[in-house]
């Protein structure tokens, strides 16, 4: 396909900062390939922050990071107008929202209120404003980070909130090994070097066109809703995930078929990203809950009990003309 090697590109621009996480790492591409957004919910130090900027540093787009407090305002994030006294009308001062890739750095620390103010940006790329609607620049992605919600100080995002994140994923702590390496390159002061540009806001818009021409046959999608519908029947689940789950799950499949240089989706992109697209859309039922019964295990075991489909001739593997 016509942009694999600036893939490869990427993922190896990111992993000069990101050291031994490639599977986060391909998690954020799927996310900005398949034009959504990202959930990185973990303890402080492991990296949320540095990898959001890594991926900004190699996108060549505009990057903005709003470091999220209790006494954020949403004017802070979509902007305000302002009386322009010379001119005797009210113009519009762009908040932190209006740029490509936007770091919510510890969302869950700020109120509901203003963690509310992003949902319009999220949902319908836009955001409006004294009943004026401003479109957000194109690409546009959101990588919030937030740490667990039994720290000190934090607030739950609401169920609204969290439907909108394409992916949730943890960085988790690195190998004792990754992180001798990461000691290395701290005392080169490799770190501090700014990342290269590998590709622009344009390619990225090309490369999301053409993930949305990826295949996806029939019994995948039977796949997929058949999952996303017994989410709504398990005892264990008190909240299913939503339809605009089924839309994500299918979306990021295409990412990440895409992201593999594959023009078809295959059972194993939705078993894949089963876990990260779904959990957190989801709320276990309070018997769940009170047994610690963990999320991914719920979902892992509805999948397995779906008959995997087989793929016919038509997503037989095509020759690559690059």
């Known amino acids: 396909m016509e942009y694999q090697n600036k893939i490869s590109k990427m993922i190896n621009s990111i992993e000069h900062l990101i050291v031994g996480k490639r599977e986060a790492v391909e998690y954020t591409l799927i996310t900005l390939l398949a034009g959504g957004h990202l959930l990185l919910e973990d303890v402080p130090g492991v990296g949320k922050t540095t990898l959001a900027k890594a991926l900004a540093q190699t996108i060549d787009c505009g990057f903005t990071r709003i470091q999220f407090t209790p006494d954020t305002l949403p004017s802070d994030v979509t902007g305000l107008s302002i009386y322009n006294m010379q001119s005797g009308t009210f113009e519009y001062a762009k908040g932190a929202i209006m740029t490509n890739i936007v770091l919510a750095d510890e969302i869950n620390r700020t109120s509901p209120k203003t963690q509310a103010s992003l949902l319009e940006a999220m949902e319908e790329k836009q955001v409006t404003v004294d009943s004026i609607t401003y479109p957000l620049p194109k690409p546009f992605m959101v990588i919030a980070t937030q740490n667990p919600v039994d720290y000190l100080g934090t607030y739950n995002l609401p169920e609204a909130q969290l439907d909108r994140f394409m992916i949730k994923i943890s960085i988790g702590y690195p190998s004792s090994s990754d992180e001798q390496i990461m000691a290395d390159k701290f005392l080169q002061k490799e770190f501090a070097s700014k990342l290269e540009a590998v590709v622009d806001a344009d390619t990225i818009i090309k490369m999301q066109d053409q993930v949305t021409e990826i ?38 499949a295409q990412a990440k078929a895409y992201l593999e240089g594959r023009t078809y989706c295959i059972p194993d992109d939705i078993l894949k990203l089963a876990v990260p697209v779904i959990a957190h859309r989801i709320i276990l039922s309070p018997e769940a809950r009170l047994a610690q019964t963990k999320t991914e295990k719920v979902l892992k075991d509805i999948i397995s009990k779906i008959p995997v489909p087989v793929l016919n001739k038509s997503n037989a593997p095509l020759k690559n003309h690059e």
């Open 215 to 252: 295949k996806v046959n029939q019994d995948l999608i039977g796949y997929i809703t058949k999952f996303i519908h017994e989410t709504r029947k398990d005892g264990n689940i008190s909240l299913g995930a939503s339809p605009r789950a089924t839309l994500a799950l299918i979306r990021a």
